[in-house]
């Protein structure tokens, strides 16, 4: 049997994920898997994307066997558990400064005893056809991801805090809001901003969650992803994809038309 994207993610695999921001419809999915990447994030909190678009692009995820997780707006989102009742193997939730909104994160996002999170309709997950509820449950909570994302000055003086929070299985860095909180806008080299990289990769290991990152640029990805352990990384979205493909594309024809 295949192993989930949980067990993958667990196990310390580097995946490497392409965020969905602009392109809303199934053929991104087939371009995401085909280019090689590992896994798809749908994102809600900057994009246009409804929350039913992300439906559509989570069930056909499911349907071509690649995982795909869809990032909501935050801790206080009213859609949190809603993104994996339209059929998204995890949720990335933006803005966890405190302990207490990482505790509300697992408590509406997994079923108990860890959560609380409301038993849904049928689901994507079973085909539409609803197993009974202890089996549902069981093996809802075997595969669903939850990773809040530390990305202020106050999430990262918490991040031990939160690190320790039951329920969680991966501490992401949104990497340019982090730096602009800590009044450093772009300035990813700064040793304050890669300090600040280091304790968060720090607080999620000593807690056994795994390190992910969204938001740094390739030439960087090594001192402040994999040199820190990062198995779980958003290289791109898709429209900055295109468009640096694209201006590549123009600027190698050029030279040859000279």
């Known amino acids: 049997m295949n192993e989930s994207f949980r067990q993958r993610l667990a196990g310390g695999e ?11 419809t199934p053929e991104i999915v087939l371009v995401a898997r085909s280019a090689g990447f ?9 994009t246009p994307t ?21 990032r909501v707006g935050g801790p206080h989102h009213p859609d949190l558990a809603r993104a994996l009742d339209v059929g998204a193997v995890g949720v990335v939730v933006p803005h966890v400064d405190t302990p207490e909104e990482a505790a509300r994160v697992v ?11 409301s038993l849904p309709a049928p689901l994507p997950q079973f085909g ?11 093996e809802s909570e075997a595969v669903t991801v939850v990773i809040p994302m530390i990305e202020s000055r106050a999430g990262l003086e918490a991040v031990e805090a939160i690190a320790a929070t039951p329920g969680l299985d991966a501490l ?37 969650l795994r390190f992910a990152v969204i ?37 190698r024809l050029n030279e ?3």
């Open 50 to 70: 409804t929350l039913g678009e992300a439906g559509n692009l989570a069930v056909a995820a499911r349907t071509a066997g690649f995982p795909a997780l869809i």
């Open 14 to 24: 580097t995946l490497l994920g392409l965020a969905a921001c602009v392109i809303r």
């Open 215 to 251: 938001g740094v640029p390739e030439p960087l990805l090594g001192v402040l992803g994999f040199d820190l352990g990062a198995s779980l990384v958003v290289a791109t979205n898709d429209i900055n994809l295109l468009v640096d493909g694209a201006v590549a594309l123009v600027t």
């Open 128 to 138: 539409y056809r609803m197993p009974p509820a202890p089996q549902f449950m069981a």
């Open 107 to 117: 408590r509406l996002l997994r079923f108990g005893p860890l959560g609380s999170r």
């Open 172 to 208: 992401m860095i949104g990497t340019n809001d982090l730096a602009a909180d800590l009044g450093l806008p772009g300035q990813l080299e700064h040793p304050v901003v890669l300090e600040a990289f280091a304790r968060i990769a720090a607080a999620a290991r000593a807690n056994g």
């Open 38 to 46: 590992d896994w798809l994030l749908i994102d809600l909190e900057h």
């Open 256 to 258: 040859q038309a000279g």
